[in-house]
C-alpha cells in the first residue's frame, strides 16, 4: 500500500458510519424537517453547523468512532 509521501498510514478521526449518520442529518435539513432538541421537541434546525454537530451527537450515542466534544 501507497500513501502520500511518507511510509506512516493516516488514521481517520471519524469512521465511515459516522459520516453517513452526518450525511442523513444534512439531508433532513435540506428537506425543512430536521428538529433540535431532546427528542425533536425543540425548533427546526437553522444552520449547517447545527444539523453537523446533531449528525455526530447520534454518531456518539451509536458508539460510532467520533473524537470527543471540544470544550
Known amino acids: 500500500m501507497q500513501f502520500g509521501g511518507n511510509d506512516v498510514a493516516k ?3 471519524y469512521s465511515r458510519s ?3 449518520d452526518v450525511k442523513s442529518e444534512m439531508h ?3 428537506k ?3 428538529k433540535s432538541g431532546k427528542g425533536g ?3 427546526k434546525v ?3 453547523k447545527q444539523a453537523i ?3 455526530l451527537s447520534k454518531a456518539r450515542k451509536k458508539g460510532k468512532k467520533v473524537p ?3 470544550s
Open 11 to 13: 488514521k481517520r478521526k
Open 18 to 20: 459516522a459520516g453517513s
Open 28 to 30: 433532513r435539513y435540506k
Open 32 to 34: 425543512c424537517t430536521a
Open 41 to 43: 421537541k425543540g425548533g
Open 46 to 48: 437553522k444552520s449547517r
Open 53 to 55: 454537530a446533531i449528525g
Open 68 to 70: 470527543k466534544k471540544r
